[in-house]
């Protein structure tokens, strides 16, 4: 936007100059998408505040080599690194902390259950192709009961899915089902800096990895609840050809006392 000729030197900003800018997220930002801001303002101070284990630059996928401010060492030595979180539950925070910040990231929280995580295995789902994304009918179908629990109990909740397929047909078979819908569906890639009570997350894939093999988006997808998460997939996938993926190493340490069978769930055992 500060590349806009309204807001320009000439415009807008020449009345009240800018000497400051501070940048969310910025690990989704291309180093080369500074130079607008650079060349055109007498910048005095830049701060940027991100996570490079999270969503990386737009484009990434397919170039491969997009660097964010985080991938330049001279300027990561003199990071700042924020070593406490307060969202997640203590035995979520602490899984996150181990297998993406190498145990350095501390957890304050007053959930210290593993219960607040349970794994729904959905045996008869299966992966559908829907155009150039995928779906899973079945997974869908264990998130309405999921959501019409939490609704039932008055609790917050919001769905996470990595497929935009899928997250259009959580979002059609909530609003058939007269459930809360309007804002409860999102991709991952959408839900970044966002949070909610009560995770549901729809795992989709049952065959290939597909998603789960990106890792950086997989962590923005398990660290988004304040209070419980509840995934719906397919045990024998994560235990087998996703076993290697974060989400398989999260159904391994959990073991078989996470695990929550479809019968559990529609009798509200979850």
């Keep these: 936007m500060l590349s806009h000729p309204r807001l320009g030197p000439s415009g807008f900003i020449r009345l009240v100059p800018i000497h400051t800018v501070v940048v969310d997220e910025a690990s989704q930002i291309e180093v080369g998408d500074y130079l607008p801001t650079l060349d055109k303002f007498d910048i005095q101070k830049l701060v940027f505040i991100g996570d490079d284990q999270q969503l990386a630059p737009y484009g990434q996928d397919d170039l491969g080599n997009l660097r964010s401010i985080f991938e330049c060492d001279h300027l990561r030595k003199d990071a700042v690194f924020l070593d406490t979180q307060y969202r997640m539950p203590v035995h979520i925070g602490g899984f996150i902390s181990r297998h993406i910040y190498d145990g350095k990231l501390q957890t304050v929280h007053s959930l210290k259950a593993r219960s607040v995580c349970r794994l729904v295995d959905i045996q008869r789902g299966k992966e559908e192709q829907a155009g150039k994304s995928w779906i899973n009918k079945a997974e869908a179908q264990a998130v309405v009961?999921?959501?019409?629990?939490?609704?039932?109990?008055?609790?917050?909740?919001?769905?996470?899915?990595?497929?935009?397929?899928?997250?259009?047909?959580?979002?059609?078979?909530?609003?058939?089902?007269?459930?809360?819908?309007?804002?409860?569906?999102?991709?991952?890639?959408?839900?970044?800096?966002?949070?909610?009570?009560?995770?549901?997350?729809?795992?989709?894939?049952?065959?290939?990895?597909?998603?789960?093999?990106?890792?950086?988006?997989?962590?923005?997808?398990?660290?988004?609840?304040?209070?419980?998460?509840?995934?719906?997939?397919?045990?024998?996938?994560?235990?087998?050809?996703?076993?290697?993926?974060?989400?398989?190493?999260?159904?391994?340490?959990?073991?078989?006392?996470?695990?929550?069978?479809?019968?559990?769930?529609?009798?509200?055992?979850?």
């Excluded at 917050?156 to 497929?163: A, E, G, Q």
């Excluded at 397929?165 to 007269?178: D, F, G, H, T, V």
């Design 145 to 270: 009961v999921v959501a019409r629990g939490l609704a039932r109990a008055g609790k917050s909740f919001r769905v996470i899915t990595p497929y935009d397929s899928q997250r259009n047909l959580l979002e059609k078979m909530l609003k058939a089902e007269k459930l809360p819908w309007e804002n409860k569906c999102f991709n991952v890639d959408s839900f970044q800096g966002n949070e909610d009570d009560h995770i549901v997350i729809s795992v989709v894939r049952t065959g290939k990895v597909g998603f789960l093999s990106n890792l950086r988006r997989t962590n923005v997808m398990l660290s988004r609840c304040k209070k419980s998460m509840t995934i719906c997939t397919n045990r024998a996938f994560l235990e087998g050809v996703a076993s290697s993926t974060l989400m398989g190493k999260l159904a391994s340490e959990w073991g078989s006392d996470g695990w929550l069978s479809w019968q559990d769930i529609i009798s509200d055992r979850f």
